[in-house]
C-alpha cells in the first residue's frame, strides 16, 4: 500500500510513519524540514520519499505528491492529513497571527492534500482519506478558542466527506487523539491527562486506518469525558470549566 503523511517530520507523523513502514506501507512524506525526514527515510524499512514542502501551499503539495508517485510507482492508495499547529491563548488576548496559523495549517492544509489526492481516489473507485483531528474539537475548551475551531471544522469537513464518498468507495477516517507526547504538548505548562506516547499512539491510529474506521479515538478515558461533555447543557459546561480554570 502506498500512503502519504502530512507533517510527518515529528511527533505523530513521524511515529505513524515508522508503524505503517512496519506493516508494509511504501511512504511519501511532507513536512518542511528536508533534513528531518531524509533521517527518517533512511531509518525505514520500507520505499519511501521525503517530499519536503509547505502543506497550505496547494501547488507545492500538488507537485509533492507528483513526485511521490513517481517515486513509489503509483497513485496513493491512502493519505493522512496529520499536519497541525496549537497555540493557546486566552481570548482576551487574542493572538490573529496565531489564529491565522492553525486556520492555514490545521484546516486549509488538510484541504490542500484533500484536493490533491481525493480526485484520484474517486476516478479509479477506491481509497482512504484520513484527517488527524482531536478530542479538543468536541467542545470549545479555554485558553484553545481556535484550536479547538479549527478541529471541529475538521471533524465536520471529514464526516461530511466520509458520506458523500462511500459510494465512490472511498473510505474516511476521523481521528481524534488526546494528549499525545509531541513537540506540541512539550509546550504546555499544565498536567496533561491521560498523555500518551506517541507510538502507542500511532498503534491506536494504524489499527484504526487498518479496520478503515469511521472515527478513531483515544485515549477512551478522555475519550469518554469529551463525549460526555458534548451533552451536558451550555449552563453546567460553562461553570464547570469556569471553575477547572479557576483551579488550575
Known sequence: MRTIITGASSGIGAALARELSRRGHSLGLIARRAEMLDALVAELKTPAAALPC???????????????????????????????VGVAFPVSKFDLAAALQMVNVNVIGMMVLFDAVVPKMTERGGGHFAGVASLAGLRGLPTSAVYSA???????????????????????????????????????????????????????????????????????????????????PNAVYDRALRVGASRR
Do not use: Y
Request: zero cysteines; hydrophobic letters at 50%.
Open 54 to 84: 509547505d502543506v497550505t501551499d496547494s501547488a507545492a503539495v500538488r507537485e509533492a505528491v507528483a513526485r511521490g508517485e513517481a517515486a513509489l510507482g503509483g497513485a496513493f492508495d491512502l493519505a493522512v492529513a496529520n499536519a497541525g
Open 150 to 232: 479549527t478541529k471541529a471544522a475538521m471533524q465536520a469537513f471529514l464526516e461530511a466527506a466520509r458520506v458523500e464518498l462511500a459510494p465512490r468507495g472511498v473510505a474516511v477516517t476521523t481521528i481524534n487523539p488526546g494528549f499525545v507526547v509531541s513537540p506540541m504538548t512539550d509546550k504546555n505548562k499544565f498536567k496533561m491527562p491521560f498523555l500518551m506516547s506517541t507510538e502507542r499512539a500511532a498503534r491506536i491510529i494504524a489499527d484504526g486506518l487498518e479496520r478503515r474506521a469511521r472515527v478513531v479515538q483515544f485515549p477512551l478515558p478522555m475519550s469518554l469525558l469529551m463525549r460526555f461533555a458534548r451533552t451536558l
